[in-house]
C-alpha cells in the first residue's frame, strides 16, 4: 500500500490550504485514515481522523478551522486547512489503517508534505 500525500506549501497567516492523500496498492478497505503533523523541535501529534463510517475527530488546536474528508471511492483523504495560524506550521504526514484483502491490518504512512505560514 502506497500513500502519496501532496499540497503543502507557502501560505500567509489567515490563509488556508488543502492537502490531499491518496491510497493505493492491495486494499481490502480502509478503516480509517488520519493526518498527523510535526513541527521542529516537537513531538508528531494528530490533527485529524476519519473512520470508514465518516466519523470525524480534531485535535482541539484545529477544531473549526480544519475539515478532514474523503472521496467516493474512500481512497483519498483530503485536509481543508483554513484560518491557518503560524503555529500549524509542520511537516504534515497522512496514516492509514488498512485491510488487505485477508483482512489482516496495516498501518501505513504517507511522505510528509512541507506547510509553512508565514506571519
Known amino acids: 500500500v502506497q500513500l502519496q500525500a501532496s499540497g503543502g506549501g507557502l501560505v500567509q497567516a489567515g490563509g488556508s490550504l488543502r492537502l490531499s492523500c491518496a491510497a493505493s496498492?492491495?486494499?481490502?478497505?480502509?478503516?480509517?485514515m488520519l493526518w498527523f503533523r510535526q513541527a521542529p523541535g516537537k513531538q508528531r501529534e494528530v490533527v485529524a481522523r476519519i473512520n470508514s463510517g465518516g466519523t470525524t475527530n480534531y485535535a482541539d488546536s484545529v477544531k473549526g478551522r480544519f475539515t478532514i474528508s474523503e472521496d467516493n471511492a474512500k481512497t483519498t483523504v483530503y485536509l481543508q486547512m483554513d484560518s491557518l495560524k503560524v503555529e500549524d506550521t509542520a511537516v504534515y504526514y497522512c496514516?492509514?489503517?488498512?485491510?488487505?484483502?485477508?483482512?489482516?491490518?496495516?498501518?501505513?504512512w504517507g511522505q510528509g508534505t512541507l506547510v509553512t505560514v508565514s506571519s
Open positions: 496498492g492491495s486494499i481490502g478497505s480502509i478503516n480509517a
Open positions: 496514516n492509514a489503517n488498512v485491510d488487505d484483502y485477508s483482512g489482516r491490518s496495516a498501518l501505513y
